[in-house]
């Protein structure tokens, strides 16, 4: 019995010691309550993202001038066109203020001009309330007449798609970059960790936006800017994980048996940097939704009428100052503030998941 035992407890001292790094990180990581908080934020934001068409209440652009800048749970009466075209699915809005009367072949109703217009009926889509329709917009309208929770939705496809392109570009270079320095060195390092400098000393947005302006205004525009300003960090960090990893044992071992340089990078010392490189990046990533934002709040980033956080409040920011529908510019910067706040909840968790230093 007590062999058995003892063969039992030797079998699971073997499978324990066969985990790898990236086991014991995952348990580390799932034991952080915040951490885990943040995961779990950041996928809810995530699939709102990829379901924007189907969660969203209304087209993000579609406006209806005559309900411009409404207040938060605001609800409207409409009629609901049909497209000119035969067969067409597409449709639109005619906001009316009153239906006065409706006859067996049109129906007359105010306009908010105070006009009395009659339409016929089979230009008119019937629905469950009848030829009148009600909009609620929970989250109020901008001064457009579009709905604040549909951009709210489709806002957060740019940022995110943003935050992660752009950080994926700093990654790549930074590892680039910052593996042949640490590999090489010599007047290799030299001539990286100048170029790594020069771009330190100058200030990320200031930069940033020096990058827009040259490359002009746009969404691909703001995935290079933002990440070819973004790898420094990263840069750093390889670089000095591959000048310790450089001289171990098993380094050696790959050079003796005449394993090509980039073959041992690539296959032998890169995959021991990414855990640093995973920490480094996703802090990187709320760097990079907090550049995307200021610069579409600088007009310089993704261009009208395309839904952005950052237009949104730039949009909105003046109604604070008169001291109406405040939600214009609040309810897009508590999306930033969320959705910041949930990658470093994960950034810092995953930093103490990936200390070796910790118990397992």
């Not at 406006?63 to 699915?89: H, N, P, W």
């Amino acid at each position: 019995m007590e062999a058995e035992t003892a063969i039992v407890a030797d079998s699971i001292l073997e499978e324990e010691k066969s985990r790898s790094l990236w086991y014991y990180s995952w348990k580390r990581l799932k034991r952080n309550k915040l951490a885990m908080v943040g995961l779990v934020t950041i996928a809810i934001l995530i699939v709102i993202a990829v379901t924007a068409p189907i969660i969203a209440p209304f087209d993000p652009n579609q406006q209806i001038l005559e309900y411009a800048a409404k207040e938060i749970f605001f609800k409207g009466t409409v009629l609901v066109k049909k497209s000119g075209e035969a067969g067409s699915d597409e449709y639109s809005y005619i906001p009316v203020k009153k239906i006065i009367s409706e006859s067996n072949n049109s129906v007359e109703y105010i306009d908010f001009s105070d006009q009395e217009i009659k339409i016929p009926k089979d230009e008119l889509i019937k629905g469950n309330e009848g030829w009148t329709k009600t909009l609620n917009y929970f989250l109020g309208t901008d001064r457009f007449g579009r709905d604040v929770l549909s951009r709210l939705i489709y806002g957060s496809r740019v940022s995110l798609t943003v935050g992660l392109v752009s950080e994926s570009i700093a990654i790549f270079l930074g590892l680039v970059l910052g593996s042949i320095a640490g590999f090489f060195r010599g007047k290799t390092d030299v001539a990286v960790m100048w170029l790594v400098n020069v771009i330190f000393a100058f200030p990320a947005i200031l930069l940033i936006i020096a990058l827009s302006v040259v490359l002009g205004k746009g969404l691909w525009q703001a995935f290079i800017a933002i990440g070819l300003t973004g790898w420094v960090d990263i840069a750093r960090i390889v670089r000095g994980q591959f000048f310790s990893l450089r001289e171990t044992e098993f380094v050696e071992a790959t050079k003796a048996i005449g394993f090509n340089s980039s073959r041992v990078i690539i296959r032998h010392i890169l995959p021991n940097c990414l855990g640093p490189v995973i920490v480094t990046g996703t802090v990187g990533l709320a760097s990079a939704i907090i550049f995307e934002a200021s610069l579409s709040f600088l007009g310089l980033g993704v261009q009208p009428p395309t839904a952005s956080w950052g237009q949104m409040i730039f949009d909105g920011y003046k109604y604070i100052v008169v001291g109406t529908n405040w939600g214009l510019a609040v309810f897009p910067s508590i999306a930033i503030m969320v959705t910041v706040f949930a990658v470093n909840l994960l950034g810092d968790g995953m930093r103490d998941a990936f200390d070796p230093k910790l118990k397992r």
